[in-house]
T-cell receptor, first 119, second 115 residues
Framework: AQKVTQAQTEISVVEKEDVTLDCVYE???????LFWYKQPPSGELVFLIR??????QNEISGRYSWNFQKSTSSFNFTITASQVVDSAVYFC????????????????FGQGTTLQVKP | DAGVIQSPRHEVTEMGQEVTLRCKPI?????LFWYRQTMMRGLELLIY????????DSGMPEDRFSAKMPNASFSTLKIQPSEPRDSAVYFC?????????????FGEGSRLTVL
C-alpha cells in the first residue's frame, strides 16, 4: 500500500535558522514520483518540486534543497536561512506511475508539517 | 493562462441541504481530481477523471457524494443531503498526463461549512 508519513506535525524556528522537514514513504512500485507542496495561510496548494524514483540526485533551488534517499525511503526538504514568509504547511506526496511510465498525478499526501518561522 | 477555477469559495449551509461545488480545470488538461482537506484526515483524494470519465471513485465517502464531468471544461461535486461532518475545504486539481510530470495544479478551494 502507498503511504506517506510526515512525522513532524509542527516545527517552530526563528528566522535565519535552517530547518529540515522529514518525509518517509512506502510503495511497492519501482516507478514512482515524489512531490512537495506548500500551503501558505491563504490556503492554496503550491507545487515546489517533483522527483522520480530513478533520479536520486539531490536538488537545490535557492534556499530550498531536497534530499532523496531510496535506501531509507525518504525525501526530506531543507530550508536554509528560513524567513517569515516560509511559514506554511508543507506536504510531501507520492504518485505511482500507472500504465507503465505514465504519471496521472494521482497523489497520496502526507499529513503535512506546519512550519512557523518567527521573526 | 487561467488556473483551476473553483466556485463557490465559501459556502455555509444547513444540514440536509444540497451542496454543489464547481470546477473549471486548466484548458487542455486531461485529468481532474477532487480532494477534500480536513484537520482530522488531511488531504484525501475523493475521485478523479480522465478525459471526462471517472477512473477511481473509491475515495468518495458515501452515496451522498456524487461527481460529474459533463465536458472537458467543467466538473461538479455534489453532496445531498449534507451533514456537519462534510465541513471541509474541497480542492479541485487538474493535470496533463502528456507532460508526464504528475504535477497537479490546484484551485483555491471551496470552504464548506455545514451547520
Amino acid at each position: 500500500a502507498q503511504k506517506v508519513t510526515q512525522a513532524q506535525t509542527e516545527i517552530s524556528v526563528v528566522e535565519k535558522e535552517d530547518v529540515t522537514l522529514d518525509c518517509v514513504y512506502e510503495t511497492r512500485d519501482t516507478t514512482y514520483y515524489l512531490f512537495w507542496y506548500k500551503q501558505p495561510p491563504s490556503g492554496e496548494l503550491v507545487f515546489l518540486i517533483r522527483r522520480n524514483s530513478f533520479d536520486e540526485q539531490n536538488e537545490i533551488s535557492g534556499r530550498y534543497s531536497w534530499n532523496f534517499q531510496k535506501s531509507t525511503s525518504s525525501f526530506n526538504f531543507t530550508i536554509t536561512a528560513s524567513q517569515v514568509v516560509d511559514s506554511a504547511v508543507y506536504f510531501c506526496a507520492l504518485s505511482e506511475a500507472q500504465g507503465g511510465s505514465s504519471n496521472t498525478g494521482k497523489l497520496i499526501f502526507g499529513q503535512g508539517t506546519t512550519l512557523q518561522v518567527k521573526p | 493562462d487561467a488556473g483551476v477555477i473553483q466556485s463557490p469559495r465559501h459556502e455555509v449551509t444547513e444540514m440536509g441541504q444540497e451542496v454543489t461545488l464547481r470546477c473549471k480545470p486548466i484548458s487542455g488538461h486531461d485529468y481532474l481530481f477532487w480532494y477534500r482537506q480536513t484537520m482530522m484526515r488531511g488531504l484525501e483524494l475523493l475521485i478523479y477523471f480522465n478525459n471526462n470519465v471517472p477512473i477511481d471513485d473509491s475515495g468518495m465517502p458515501e452515496d451522498r457524494f456524487s461527481a460529474k464531468m459533463p465536458n472537458a471544461s467543467f466538473s461538479t461535486l455534489k453532496i445531498q443531503p449534507s451533514e456537519p461532518r462534510d465541513s471541509a475545504v474541497y480542492f479541485c486539481a487538474s493535470s496533463l498526463a502528456a507532460r508526464n510530470t504528475g504535477e497537479l495544479f490546484f484551485g483555491e478551494g471551496s470552504r464548506l461549512t455545514v451547520l
